[in-house]
Structure formats: structure tokens, C-alpha cells
């Protein structure tokens, strides 16, 4: 167990909907990012989030945006989703900037 | 363009057997490289992280080393197990902009019983 929770553990969605991926970094973390996984893939960078403030973008689309809130959990929004977007989603989290990261188990995001 | 290479793509060896898990890497200038494990449907999970200073580090069975100069890595697993079937991924971060993670696409691993 890392220490990292993610909710939920699986999602299924129909195109065009959206969603909210919410994740809880280890206790005395203060940088979480988001990764996307597709089938037999390799790990995606999304974005990430130091103390609230968006620190670095990767391949994220229009249509995701995140947050990191005061109380230093994060939540990654997918609108108008499509078929492609199903994934599994990490979550992890780190000290600082550049620390060692520890991994969620994932949401898997299912659209049908 | 900063990358990380991993080869091979997939392996497949007898259970009991050693194996090793190259990467090889672009990415200047250079803070630490991460070896993870990742199985299926779950999160990846660090193995061993090192430096520039350090060139082999172990962890139970994996023992990882680092060539700054030629910017490459090695994974050998001693006495595989089936529970080392899983997928290993090359990590490696940018000094300048700590936040510059760059992921290698992995290897997979298979043990046969």
C-alpha cells in the first residue's frame, strides 16, 4: 500500500459524458500528478500539481482539466468523453518536485 | 529531445533464471533514474532510484547499476519468480526542471514455470 487512495476504483461512462477522478496523496505530500495508461501502453504524463499550483503539463487535452485543493487532494475532470479515453488513470504523489513518486492503484475509466 | 530507450520490448525466461533489463537514456542534464515495477492493472512501484554519483544499487533480487557517462542503465534479476512477471519501467528526471520526469515504455516481463 502506498499510500496514495484514488476513487473510484472503476467508472464506466457513455461518450460525450464527464467525469471526476478524485485522488489523496500520502500524508506530508505535497506534489500529485496524473498519468493515463491505455491498453498495453506505457504511462502517459498529464499534469502536475505542487501546494495547489500547477507545476507542469504533459500530453493533457483541452477537454481534461485538474485541481489540487487547500487540503492537498486532487481531482482530474475528463468532458465530452470518447471511446479513446478509456484508460486506467494513476495518481501519485511526491514530497517535493522531483522526489520519488508513489503510485495509486488506478482508476479504470471505461467509455462506452 | 530528451528520451529513455528500453530494451527489450518483452522477455520471456524459466522461472529460476537471471535476466537483465537494459535503458538507455538522453536526458541531460541528469538528476536520478528510477527502475519501477508495474503489475498488470496496478500501480508501478519503485524498485531502486540512483544518482549520479551512485552506479549500482540493490534492492532484494534486482540490483540496478548506472553508467553516467555512456547514459545507461541495467535491471538484472537474480533467481527469477513468477511473481516477477510484470512490466519494468525506466524512469528518468531532468536536472534543470525537477518536474521533467521522462518514462521509458517499459519491458515485459514473463516468467515460465
Known amino acids: 500500500d502506498s499510500g496514495v487512495t484514488q476513487t473510484p476504483k472503476h467508472l464506466i461512462t457513455a461518450t460525450g459524458q464527464r467525469v471526476t477522478l478524485r485522488c489523496s496523496p500520502r500524508?506530508?505530500?505535497?506534489?500529485v500528478y496524473w498519468y493515463q495508461q491505455s491498453l498495453d501502453q506505457g504511462l502517459q504524463f498529464l499534469i502536475q500539481?505542487?501546494?495547489?499550483?500547477?507545476?507542469a503539463k504533459g500530453n493533457i487535452l483541452e477537454r481534461f482539466s485538474a485541481q489540487q485543493f487547500p487540503d492537498l487532494h486532487s481531482e482530474l475532470n475528463l468532458s465530452s468523453l470518447e471511446l479513446g479515453d478509456s484508460a486506467l488513470y494513476f495518481c501519485?504523489?511526491?514530497?517535493?518536485?522531483?522526489?520519488?513518486?508513489?503510485f495509486g492503484p488506478g482508476t479504470r475509466l471505461t467509455v462506452t | 529531445k530528451n528520451q529513455v530507450e528500453q530494451s527489450p520490448q518483452s522477455l520471456i525466461i524459466l522461472e529460476g533464471k537471471n535476466c537483465t533489463l537494459q535503458?538507455?537514456?538522453?536526458?541531460?542534464?541528469?538528476?536520478?533514474l528510477r527502475w519501477y515495477k508495474q503489475d498488470t492493472g496496478r500501480g508501478p512501484v519503485s524498485l531502486t532510484i540512483?544518482?549520479?554519483?551512485?552506479n549500482t544499487k540493490s534492492n532484494g533480487r534486482y540490483t540496478a547499476t548506472l553508467d553516467a557517462d555512456t547514459k545507461q542503465s541495467s535491471l538484472h534479476i537474480t533467481a527469477s519468480q513468477l511473481s516477477d512477471s510484470a512490466s519494468y519501467i525506466c524512469?528518468?528526471?531532468?536536472?534543470?526542471?525537477?518536474?521533467?520526469?521522462?518514462f521509458g515504455s517499459g519491458t515485459r516481463l514473463s516468467i515460465r514455470p
Open positions: 501519485a504523489s511526491s514530497i517535493s518536485t522531483g522526489g520519488e513518486q508513489y
Open positions: 500524508s506530508g505530500d505535497l506534489s
Open positions: 500539481y505542487y501546494n495547489g499550483e500547477e507545476r
Open positions: 535503458c538507455n537514456y538522453t536526458v541531460s542534464p541528469f538528476s536520478n
Open positions: 540512483m544518482t549520479f554519483s551512485e
Open positions: 524512469v528518468v528526471s531532468e536536472k534543470s526542471s525537477a518536474s521533467k520526469i521522462i
